[in-house]
């Protein structure tokens, strides 16, 4: 094969997967120059000269409910994806994430003779192991984001290598607590507590409540306790000021948009990280002292800041129903819900769901968090080494893996 004009067919859905795929696809062309990538994605893989069929937005759905209304633009997206892969032959098809859409399109295109790579694996460990068998008949190769995954795949006879998680090369090894302070104007001699109640509407509405009444028993532990909430975008920032109005804490602001830095001040720190591009939610994490958090990918991030953090969730039953439903299950097969602790194989640090997450025990952990000093040491000793094993040189390892899926023709 001429890898100098090889061709690889790309699907992304979200922001995150946007990210990863934008990274491997400079690993690609780092080792097959000239490599044309094509099909849905967002600005990052276009930055890369990726060639868009569809824009990533119309992968996007938020929960059950909009899934269903969206529907018909879904299938149509479906149905031209599969329709232009299968004429256009690339040398390799990769889902990135998305695995509702993806693993369908995979199937059906590795049918159809051409090799396929699924990059993230579902998180059949803990929810749906039985899609196993449509993995297996769907995907190539798996790329896994997390060590624990290579021998779950392996013992199913599913192809796998492990490219450690990105967020682990992005997020700085000594995080400069400093630095963030001094650009969030928070003071230096003072606790901070970064609270984060998810993104969606859903959970701010279940979860900060209970997070702001935790915060209200804290300030009185603390009254010079600071405390910052990122939020996502306007809507989430009207509907958390609305619920501190109701709840009011002193001395905790929300976090909608970046500080204009001092002339003075530079973007590029001393490890030579660019902090632009970060989220609020980093600039928050590094900042804290400790992290209250909706479990979901921010619980790895604020890990990686080396953060003592406590973990909460709340379904409504509504939505507990349909999850059972779907899965079949009505609570996750592993006894952990947070990453970090599922990586750690361990409760490292308190995860309080649906009726224990209470504002009493709340604010009895995250007190903790904040004013033991001893348990913050060995939190951060614990998560510098999962740091170390999560780093991987993710885009070259992610592409090598394609490359030689594409010189076998793997599938």
């Known amino acids: 094969m001429n890898t100098r004009h090889m061709h690889a067919a790309i699907v992304a859905g979200e922001p995150s997967g946007d990210l990863l795929a934008a990274r491997m696809i400079t690993g690609l062309q780092a080792r097959s120059p000239g490599i044309r990538t094509t099909g849905i994605g967002g600005p990052s893989m276009a930055r890369t000269g990726f060639e868009a069929w569809h824009p990533m937005d119309a992968l996007s759905v938020f929960g059950y409910v909009d899934a269903l209304r969206q529907a018909p633009r879904l299938i149509r997206t479906w149905r031209d994806t599969r329709q232009r892969v299968i004429q256009q032959r690339p040398d390799v098809f990769v889902g990135v994430d998305a695995p509702d859409f993806n693993l369908r399109l995979e199937e ?12 993230v694996g579902p998180s059949i460990w803990a929810w749906r192991f039985e899609r196993i068998h449509q993995i297996r008949r769907a995907v190539s190769h798996m790329l896994v984001l997390f060590p624990f995954e290579v021998d779950l795949y392996r013992e199913q006879g599913v192809p796998v290598t492990y490219v450690g998680h990105p967020l682990a090369e992005l997020i700085p090894k000594q995080p400069d607590r400093a630095a963030a302070r001094a650009l969030l104007g928070l003071d230096q001699g003072q606790r901070v507590l970064a609270l984060m109640p998810g993104s969606r509407e859903s959970e701010l509405r279940l979860l900060a409540p209970r997070f702001l009444q935790a915060a209200q028993q804290l300030r ?45 001040q530079e973007h590029t720190r001393c490890d030579g990280l660019d902090t632009r591009d970060w989220p609020l939610a980093w600039h928050a994490m590094e900042a804290a002292d400790a992290v209250l958090v909706a479990s979901g990918t921010a619980t790895l991030e604020a890990a990686l800041f080396k953060r003592p953090l406590v973990i909460s969730y709340v379904l409504s039953p509504w939505m507990r129903r349909i999850m059972a439903w779907k899965s079949g299950q009505q609570a996750p097969s592993l ?64 592409a090598q893996a394609i490359l030689e899926v594409c010189h076998g023709n793997a599938g």
């Open 220 to 264: 009185l532990q603390d009254p010079d306790l600071q405390i910052v909430v990122p939020v996502v975008n306007a809507q989430r920032h009207a509907q958390f000021a609305s619920m501190l109005a109701q709840y009011p804490v002193p001395n905790c602001r929300i976090l909608a948009a970046m500080p204009e830095l001092p002339p003075h």
């Open 335 to 398: 006894p952990w819900v947070g990453l970090p602790n599922i990586l750690e194989r361990d409760f490292v640090v308190p995860e309080l769901l649906q009726e224990a997450a209470t504002p009493d025990a709340l604010a009895a952990a995250t007190w903790t968090a904040l004013s033991d000093q001893a348990h913050a040491d060995r939190i951060a000793q614990r998560f510098a080494v999962l740091h170390e094993t999560l780093n991987r040189d993710t885009p070259g390892l992610a």
């Open 108 to 119: 059906k295109v590795r049918a159809a003779g051409i090799p396929t790579v699924h990059f």
